[in-house]
């Protein structure tokens, strides 16, 4: 058998599945880099192997708070006076 490369080992090291997930339910919201999408996983396992980060703990509906109306208040206030 012909040997390999010390290099093709790595690559192909790199597309062997890292490890199993369990089917545990712990929803959490991910994020992929550079794009806005979100996604809740079932845990933070099947997150990681999506190729999604952690966002926070959670569905992602959980904290979907509008960020503009947390900082529309005070001008509201102040408008008022």
Same mark, same amino acid.
């Given at each position: ?6 290099f ?5 090291? =790199? %597309?062997?599945?890292? $490890?199993?997930? #369990? ?8 994020? %992929?880099m550079?794009?806005?999408? #979100?996604?809740?996983f ?6 990681? $192997? =999506?190729? =999604? ?5 959670? #569905?992602?509906?959980?904290k979907?708070?509008?960020? #503009?109306? =947390? ?8 408008l008022a006076?």
């Amino acid at each position: 058998m012909p040997r390999l490369p010390p290099f093709i080992f790595f690559c192909l090291m =790199a %597309w062997a599945p890292v $490890q199993a997930c #369990t089917s545990e339910f712990k929803p959490v919201c991910g994020y %992929w880099m550079h794009s806005p999408r #979100t996604q809740t996983f079932p845990n933070r396992c099947q997150m990681a $192997q =999506a190729g =999604a980060r952690w966002r926070h703990d959670g #569905t992602c509906q959980d904290k979907t708070a509008k960020p #503009t109306s =947390a900082k529309a208040a005070p001008a509201e206030k102040k408008l008022a006076k």
